[in-house]
């Protein structure tokens, strides 16, 4: 630059959404959103379709412009980096490549339009699993294959920052397990990792962190064990007895609310698993099961989003 000072890059590689909305027409798809994704953390971007989420991340790409606010990367906007593909690797959809090129070949067309070393497309392709399948046509590849080569497009420039719209569509479950096996080692090493799922059973395995949001606005956001934590009044204890009725009246004269399911077993709120266990012994009913179930991420996200699914 030609005041001598170093061209912008992802730096530390915090994302900053400050504000952020997107209008079109007479829809709002993205209203007032702000968040923040750290380094060293893979977070979890959730929210019923419609809610915004691929929009949220083409503006953080600067791929589609704002409405209001601003989106940022390592304190920097997307298009003012110096080093996109250093900086920042992502994939919003299915890696697309020419049908008769093999993976190898996408890829060392990217490295030579990048200005990127040849080896970099043997190496990032080594980095998803690939190398069998790198002399392959792209048209011979699965929904899941595309998937992995897209993430070894979005590492080649070895960024600090990975940002990734559900990258496991298409993968089967050894996949999967396989992704989240691979963004959590990029995390550990210090990157930044923003995934938008459906998979919310997934997510809870695999996030440390989640970004709930519906209708454009932003619901909840926090480490994950936080997030559910912050539902705990949807802790119950499960109860199978052949005595319900008995335990139910032992149970209710405590304060407990007591109410059945579909197959009979006694949901049990207002006390714990020990009170519940120590009032049948007293009665002397006899217990077949005696369970504390706590709320899930798909459990939590389902409450919190309820109503807000963009059904037009």
Request: one cysteine or more.
């Amino acid at each position: 630059m030609s005041d001598g000072q170093s061209s912008p890059s992802a730096g530390t590689g915090q994302i900053v959404v400050s504000g952020l909305t997107k209008q079109y027409r007479n829809v709002r798809a993205v209203d007032s959103l702000s968040f923040t994704v750290e380094p060293g953390r893979v977070t979890g971007f959730l929210g019923p379709n419609g809610a915004g989420k691929t929009t949220t991340l083409r503006m953080l790409l600067n791929l589609v412009t704002p409405t209001a606010g601003e989106a940022t990367i390592g304190g920097h906007r997307y298009v003012d980096l110096s080093d996109p593909l250093g900086s920042v690797g992502a994939v919003l959809e299915a890696s697309s490549a020419h049908k008769g090129r093999t993976g190898l070949n996408h890829l060392r067309v990217i490295c030579a339009a990048a200005g990127l070393p040849r080896q970099r497309a043997d190496e990032a392709l080594a980095l998803v699993g690939l190398t069998p399948a790198a002399r392959r046509k792209f048209k011979g590849y699965s929904l899941g294959m595309k998937q992995r080569l897209g993430i070894a497009a979005a590492m080649l420039g070895n960024p600090q920052v990975l940002i990734l719209d559900e990258p496991a569509n298409g993968l089967d479950p050894e996949g999967i397990r396989w992704m989240r096996g691979f963004l959590k080692g990029l995390a550990a090493e210090g990157r930044t990792v923003l995934v938008s799922s459906h998979l919310l059973s997934e997510m809870q395995l695999l996030a440390d962190d989640v970004v709930i949001i519906a209708a454009g606005r932003l619901v909840r956001q926090g480490p994950v064990d936080q997030v559910i934590a912050s539902m705990a009044h949807g802790v119950q204890v499960r109860v199978r007895t052949p005595q319900a009725e008995e335990l139910t009246a032992v149970l209710r004269d405590q304060a407990a609310t007591v109410t059945r399911d579909e197959h009979g077993a006694l949901l049990i709120t207002g006390v714990d698993a020990p009170t519940v266990g120590r009032a049948a012994l007293a009665a002397k009913v006899e217990l077949h099961e005696l369970t504390t179930e706590r709320p899930d991420l798909e459990g939590v996200f389902l409450e919190l989003t309820a109503g807000k699914a963009d059904i037009r």
